[in-house]
C-alpha cells in the first residue's frame, strides 16, 4: 500500500506523521514522532540563531526517517512563525533544501480548516456542540462545530511564545500578569464572544501540546490515538498547581515534560480563560489536528 508523510513545522513543535493508506481509504500509523524546537521562543517576530540550527538540525533528521521509509509522498507546512519572523526566509530556504521539497506556509484560517478535518476523523466528535481549541507557539485557532459540522472558525495572532514574553514576568506568575493577560487575550479574541453566545459550545475540545499536559499530569499515555477526558473540577486544580509553582517547582512535577515546564503556566492561564466563558460540562484531549487534517484531504485527492 501506498506511504504518505506530514511534516508540521509549528511555532513550538515539529511532528512528523508516516502513515500507510489502506483499502477503505483510512490509514494506518507507520511512525510518529516530534520534537520541541521552540522557534517562537521570545515571540514570534524573530527567530534565535540557536532555533534555527536546532529547527534544521530536527529536519535533517525527519529527512533520514524519511528516506528508511523509502521517501513517501510528502507535504510540510509551516505556521504562525513561519509566517511573521523577519528573518523566517533563512530557515525557509534551508529546510527546502534538506527536504528537497518546498515547505506550504498556511495562514491561520487554512490551519483552523485542516485542525477541523483532522478533529472530525474522530467519532466522538460528531455528535453535540464543541469548541476546539488549538493552542501553538505562535497563534491560537478556535472552531466551533456542531453535530460534525462546521459552524464557525478563526485564527488569532495569540501563541505561548508571545504570551510567556509579554504576562509571564515573575516566578510564580503574579496576579497582576494573569489579570492583564485575561484583558489582553479577551480584547483579542473579541470576535469569539459572540460565537459562543450564540452556539453555546458544552465542550471544550483540546488539540495541541498544551491539552496533552493535561493527559499527562492525569496518568493517561499522550501517545494515545484516542480521545481522552478530563473533568472540568480536576482542571482548575491542576491550573492553580501550576500557576502557584515557580519554574523549579514545575520541574519537579509528575507527568509534566521539561519543555513544557517553561510555558504552560500561560498555556493554563489561556485554557481558564475560554473555560471561564463556556464553562464546559468537560474537557477533551484530541491526538489529531493539523496534520491529520492535512493528510486527509491527500488520502481524498489521491
Known amino acids: ?13 515539529f511532528h ?4 500507510e493508506k489502506k483499502t477503505d481509504n483510512t490509514f494506518e500509523t ?3 514522532k ?7 521562543d521570545g515571540g514570534i517576530q524573530l527567530i534565535k540563531d540557536d532555533r534555527i540550527k536546532y529547527g534544521l538540525a530536527t529536519i535533517r533528521e525527519f529527512k533520514e526517517i524519511l528516506t528508511s521509509y523509502d521517501s513517501p509522498t510528502l507535504r510540510v507546512v509551516g ?9 523566517r526566509q533563512i530557515f525557509i530556504d534551508q529546510a527546502n533544501k534538506i527536504l528537497e521539497k518546498d515547505i506550504e506556509i498556511i495562514d491561520g484560517n487554512t490551519e483552523a480548516n485542516y485542525i477541523y478535518k ?8 460528531r455528535t453535540g456542540t464543541h469548541l476546539i481549541m488549538d493552542i501553538g507557539g505562535g497563534s491560537t485557532e478556535f472552531i466551533i462545530i456542531k453535530d460534525g459540522a462546521k459552524l464557525w472558525s478563526k485564527s488569532f495572532q495569540i501563541g505561548v511564545g508571545a504570551l510567556h514574553e509579554t504576562f509571564h514576568t515573575s516566578e510564580p506568575i ?40 493535561l493527559q499527562m499530569m492525569s496518568g493517561i499515555d499522550p501517545q494515545t490515538t484516542k480521545l481522552t477526558s478530563v473533568s472540568p473540577e480536576y482542571f482548575n486544580i491542576l491550573y492553580e498547581t501550576i500557576i502557584s509553582a515557580n519554574y523549579e517547582q514545575r520541574e519537579n512535577m509528575a507527568g509534566l515534560p521539561k519543555e513544557r ?4 503556566v500561560v498555556g493554563m492561564v489561556l485554557k481558564k480563560i475560554i473555560c471561564d466563558l463556556i464553562q464546559p460540562s468537560q474537557i477533551l484531549v484530541s491526538p489529531y489536528a493539523l496534520k491529520e487534517g492535512i493528510l486527509s484531504e491527500m488520502l481524498e485527492k489521491e
Not at 1 to 13: E, H, Q, R, W, Y
Not at 34 to 40: A, K, M, Q
Not at 183 to 201: F, G, Q
Not at 261 to 264: D, P, Q, T
Open 1 to 13: 500500500m501506498k506511504k504518505f508523510a506530514v511534516i508540521d513545522l509549528g511555532s513550538n513543535t
Open 16 to 19: 512528523l506523521l508516516i502513515v
Open 30 to 32: 507507520l511512525f510518529r
Open 34 to 40: 516530534r520534537v520541541f524546537t521552540g522557534l517562537s
Open 79 to 87: 505556521t504562525a512563525v513561519l509566517r511573521t519572523a523577519a528573518n
Open 118 to 125: 483532522g478533529i472530525i476523523l474522530l467519532d466522538e466528535l
Open 174 to 213: 503574579c496576579d497582576t500578569d494573569i489579570l492583564l493577560m485575561k484583558s489582553s487575550v479577551l480584547n483579542t479574541v473579541e470576535d469569539l464572544l459572540p460565537v459562543i453566545d450564540r452556539y453555546k459550545p458544552t465542550t471544550l475540545s483540546g488539540a495541541s501540546g498544551s491539552f496533552e499536559v
Open 261 to 264: 515546564v517553561k510555558l504552560i
